[in-house]
């Protein structure tokens, strides 16, 4: 009987014990998935901030990540996609695997993506990368808005070209390392092809449209501004350092110039909150050397003032970018040693004079004024001259830029954008 | 290092003169001709309270901020600004003011009149445009909106200048149709 009520005694103790510990243990359990979730979202959050969803998702002036952007592609215009977690219009109804196949295939619960969604840069994402994006999306703040069809004409508007020419250009492969290479070269890497997906705009593309491999980075034309040779060879020609490009992706600017055009967007919404490590990834993997670099003194070669573009220069831009080129904080960037001056190609130069750079604004301390659109102002010849006057004076470059080469860009562009 | 430097100024030759290199025009204006009706605002090329008319290609007038520009691009040029409008005696008394400057007096458009001189300028070079070029009068607003959306008005008066403005094109014919 002792025995026994002992017995039940001490059993109901141990019952207690081990309730009590199961719900210790589970809830340890359920705080562990919670706090699981939670860090899968954030990194989630943050790879979709490398990927820059913002800046194509986001209407002018409309809400994050609700779609109706447009695009103008050779073909028509395209708008971008709701992609917030609302059940109807946006994506709140994707399974992982919908979602898996949107990002890694170009195919959607609604049919094929227009490669303008860059799943072709996208489909190298590790599966815990594309598992964390999901987790980040599904909790995103639901937005209701209808996604617009998209202005494209025939035969282009028949998304079954599309299969065809994911046939062609498309394969889902998986993101190799190179083994030559460090940890960090190989994350920079995966960084900038695959999330940051440079390539999109900075390698020039085939007949058909998809990215040149042999031509990796070397630049092309996209509208009014040419997206720079971002090879090491011209970014180590031009002496960027580490630091130079931490600048230029943290601030928009470096004592090299400051992004315009289509890189504002990736430096605002997504280059610069990475973290110091992913950052010192993606410059050693751009300029494809992890030593730190020396930065040799900016050209300024003093001021020919028989030069036919000097008074042009005195006259129209000297009172932002000053008498010397020194620039002025929060107004204009300085010259000496510009990047977009010191590039063998002067597209964006006499671009930009033609038709300006909208203000840009950065954080409560930087930002930059718009600079005046002057197409009206230069005819080619101005142009050639002040062209070749400030590459000759602030950079390395020859005066070797002929009229011919002016007039064509701006004939060229003028079709291209209108 | 100097430079020679001529133009006209409200109908007057001036120079050649030797200036200094880098001068801006605002402050040929100021320092040279002694005409501070411009006023210096930003200095940036923001706040257009520096802006000038200057003949453009064709006849066609175009404006031009002060601060942002040096003497060069004004060079042999036609250039007008606040003081030449009014009309004046042969004392240099001014006996008549143009529509644009009677527009903004009768709507009180101005408070510390600071930005009042590039008002006058863009609206008079908005006006030539619409002599040449009218529009339809239900885009109006639109056209002035366009035409001086940049000036700032740090007294924010911005709605009698724009009312004066709107009157002012509506009431002169063929501006509009
Ligand atoms: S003073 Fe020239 S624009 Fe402000
Ligand atoms: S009236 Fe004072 S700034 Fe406009």
Redesign the interface.
């Known amino acids: 009987m002792k025995a026994t009520s002992l017995s039940r005694h001490s059993f109901s103790r141990r019952l207690k014990g081990a309730v009590l510990s199961l719900a210790v243990f589970g809830g340890t359990a359920v705080a562990q998935a919670a706090q699981d979730q939670a860090g899968l979202i954030a990194q989630g959050k943050y790879l979709a901030e490398i990927g820059d969803c913002v800046a194509c998702h986001t209407p002018q002036g409309g809400r994050e990540l609700s779609g109706g952007l447009p695009f103008e592609t050779p073909f028509g215009i395209v708008y971008s996609t709701n992609i917030t977690s609302d059940k109807e219009t946006g994506i709140g109804h994707y399974s992982y695997q919908d979602f898996y196949r949107a990002m890694h295939e170009g195919i959607s619960p609604n049919g094929n993506l227009y490669p303008a969604m860059p799943y072709t840069s996208y489909h190298l994402l590790t599966d815990a990368d594309t598992r964390a994006l999901y987790a980040y999306f599904m909790n995103t703040k639901p937005i209701s808005q209808e996604n617009k069809d998209s202005e494209i004409g025939f035969p282009f508007n028949i998304r079954m070209g599309l299969k065809a020419w994911n046939l062609m250009n498309h394969e889902d492969s998986v993101f190799t390392p190179d083994p030559a290479k460090s940890d960090s070269w190989n994350r920079g890497s995966y960084l900038v092809n695959v999330l940051g997906h440079c390539g999109e705009c900075h390698t020039p593309r085939n007949a058909i449209f998809a990215m040149d491999p042999t031509a990796h980075f070397q630049g092309t034309v996209l509208d009014t501004f040419e997206a720079s040779n971002i090879t090491p060879e011209e970014l180590n020609r031009q002496n960027w350092t580490h630091e130079d490009l931490k600048q230029l992706f943290t601030k928009g600017y470096s004592r090299k110039g400051t992004v315009f055009g289509g890189m504002y967007p990736v430096v605002y919404h997504s280059y610069s909150h990475l973290t110091e490590q992913d950052m010192r990834a993606v410059t050693s993997y751009l300029l494809d050397n992890e030593a730190d670099i020396e930065a040799l003194p900016l050209a300024f070669n003093g001021h020919d003032?028989a030069a036919p573009g000097y008074?042009?220069y005195?006259?129209?831009c000297?009172?932002?970018h000053g008498?010397d080129g020194e620039g002025?904080p929060n107004?204009a960037p300085a010259l000496a040693g510009n990047a977009t001056l010191d590039r063998t190609s002067v597209y964006n130069a006499v671009s930009l004079l033609l038709n300006g750079i909208v203000s840009q604004h950065y954080n409560s301390t930087t930002s930059f004024?718009a600079m005046?659109a002057y197409a009206?102002k230069f005819d080619d010849q101005q142009l050639t001259d002040l062209v070749n006057y400030m590459r000759t004076t602030w950079t390395a470059q020859k005066a070797d830029i002929g009229v011919s080469k002016v007039k064509d860009i701006r004939t060229n562009m003028k079709q291209s954008v209108h | 290092m100097s430079q020679h430097i001529q133009m006209t100024v409200n109908d007057q030759q001036v120079g050649p003169v030797e200036v200094p290199e880098g001068l801006k025009m605002i402050e040929f204006l100021h320092e040279y001709l002694n005409l501070t009706g411009t006023k210096f605002g930003c200095g940036a090329g923001v706040c257009h309270a520096c802006t000038v008319i200057v003949e453009g290609k064709n006849g066609v007038s175009e404006v031009v901020r002060t601060c942002i520009s040096g003497v060069e691009r004004f060079a042999d040029k036609k250039v007008r600004t606040v003081e030449g409008h009014a009309k004046r005696n042969s004392e240099g008394e001014i006996t008549e003011l143009t529509p644009v400057q009677m527009a903004f007096l009768e709507h009180f458009s101005f408070q510390c009149g600071w930005c009042t001189s590039g008002f006058i300028n863009e609206t008079t070079a908005l006006m030539e445009r619409l002599a040449k070029a009218p529009v339809a009068a239900a885009d109006v607003e639109q056209v002035i909106e366009e035409a001086l959306k940049e000036h700032i008005c740090r007294c924010t008066g911005y709605v009698k200048y724009y009312q004066g403005v709107k009157d002012l094109i509506l009431n002169t014919k063929g501006l509009t149709y």
């Open positions: 003032k008074n042009t005195m006259g129209y000297a009172g932002c008498q002025r107004v004024y005046p009206d």
